[in-house]
């Protein structure tokens, strides 16, 4: 019986690999990318989540706080609810220049807009993103 032959690392033939060179390279850097826009998403899409849900918030009880101003003996003074909710949105860390305050018989209509510096996003060269929410409150007397 004949013993199976070894192969030395001396006699054992040279694979050609030089078609692979910078293979894993490629692979990383295509995955470096997905991995930073999924970050994007998260990260960024996290913040246009709370600038929407601040915003909507704030424009809701701005508007609630307008039309809380009228009471059944004095009636419904617009200049009146204007200001308080104005005053509302202001004090809630809205600036005075992305609050608008339209005022009906009726309703108090507020809309803020507001915008947040993006982190990931920035790479795609988009700084700000920017929301614009309105809430509207109806005038209802209950007796």
């Known amino acids: ?57 704030t424009a809701e009880a701005a508007a609630r706080a307008g039309v809380a101003t009228a009471t059944p003996m004095s009636g419904f003074e617009p200049s009146r609810a204007r200001a308080a909710a104005f005053d509302y949105a202001i004090r809630s860390g809205v600036a005075p220049a992305d609050v608008v305050v339209t005022v009906t018989a009726t309703t108090v209509e507020v809309t803020i807009t507001e915008r947040r510096r993006t982190v990931f996003l920035i790479l795609g060269g988009v700084e700000t993103v920017t929301v614009k929410v309105t809430g509207i409150a109806r005038l209802a007397y209950s007796t």
């Open 1 to 57: 019986m004949k013993a199976p032959a070894t192969c030395s690392s001396a006699t054992r033939p040279r694979r050609n690999r030089d078609g692979d060179r910078g293979a894993i390279t490629v692979t990383v850097m295509f995955l470096l990318i997905i991995t930073l826009m999924g970050a994007g998403l998260v990260v960024d899409g996290g913040r246009v989540m709370a600038a929407r849900r601040h915003a909507f918030n």
